[in-house]
């Protein structure tokens, strides 16, 4: 981060966000419960995994077309949930993946799932299945998927593009219960009318604090949600100070209408 143009205003600020960060971290470790609001997409997860189990019929979990970078690895915090109650529950999971180097990665990560439930020997590393580098001859490979397995619950999570609302009508036609979530907000849209389930935002990073409840990730979210409420406050602020020129001679109010006035 450069920061040879940062005044002193811009230091302490970012002590504060980092301070505020590392408290909610440490406080939520010593065992505070912290709120976070009930998100209805992620809250629907272990009915969607039951609904699986109770018709005998597999899941599918796609992390996307993405390498292995942000919201592929945010997509696999949810796969890994996902895998866990698949374990608990004796179901299949069928993870399909576009990028070879996923391959491996997410086979791992499911053994690792039943490997915690205590049925190593159930895992199934066949299926994960590595179908098309291409764009559409994924979508294609995947669909078929859907319909000839007669998955019951389809998880949609990571980047997608054009290929979305494929992906997610036949989930439709096969009667799949679907969940989605994606940083790409050009796709949104798509899953938001195909999809029963869908994360929106800011929701879809908060999605591994919110089903695990490890005390770093909460605090860490929480502090998040705390500085942006600080940032938005000043901006308010100072948005009103350099609107209406407000002159003082005090350095705060100096400093915050100089920063958000130019």
């Known amino acids: 981060m450069n920061l040879e143009h940062a005044n002193t ?34 809250s629907a997860i272990d009915e969607t995994v039951g609904r699986a189990t109770e018709m005998g019929r597999p899941m599918l979990f796609s ?8 919201p592929t690895l945010q997509a696999m915090g949810v796969m890994s949930h996902v895998a866990k109650l698949a374990a608990r529950y004796g179901n299949r999971l069928i993870v399909p993946v576009a990028d070879a180097m996923m391959v491996a990665v997410c086979e ?4 690792e799932a039943w490997l915690e439930e ?32 007669k998955v019951a ?9 054009a290929e979305s609302l494929l992906l997610a009508e036949a989930g439709q036609e096969s009667g799949a219960i679907q969940v989605a979530g994606t940083p790409a907000t050009t796709q949104i849209p798509f899953f938001i009318v195909s999809c029963d389930y869908t994360i929106i935002g800011d929701e879809y990073y908060a999605a591994s604090a919110y089903l695990t ?13 705390i500085t942006k409420a600080i940032l938005l406050l000043m901006i308010v602020v100072g948005t009103i100070l350099a609107f209406f020129y407000v002159e003082d001679k005090n350095p705060l109010i100096q400093l915050l209408t100089r920063t958000v006035g130019g």
């Open 9 to 42: 205003f811009h230091l302490i600020l970012m002590i504060v966000i980092c301070a505020t960060i590392v408290i909610t971290i440490i406080t939520a470790k010593r065992g505070r419960k912290l709120f976070i609001r009930r998100i209805p997409g992620l």
């Open 153 to 161: 619950s389809t998880f949609l999570f990571g980047y997608f593009y």
């Open 108 to 111: 791992e990560a499911t053994r």
């Open 118 to 149: 205590g049925k190593p020997e159930a895992h199934r590393p066949e299926d994960i299945r590595f179908l098309s580098g291409e764009q559409f001859a994924f979508a294609a490979g995947m669909m078929g998927l859907v319909i000839r397995e």
């Open 213 to 225: 409840q490890e005390p770093t990730l909460l605090g860490s979210l929480v502090g998040q949600d």
């Open 63 to 70: 992390v996307g077309l993405g390498g292995i970078d942000i």
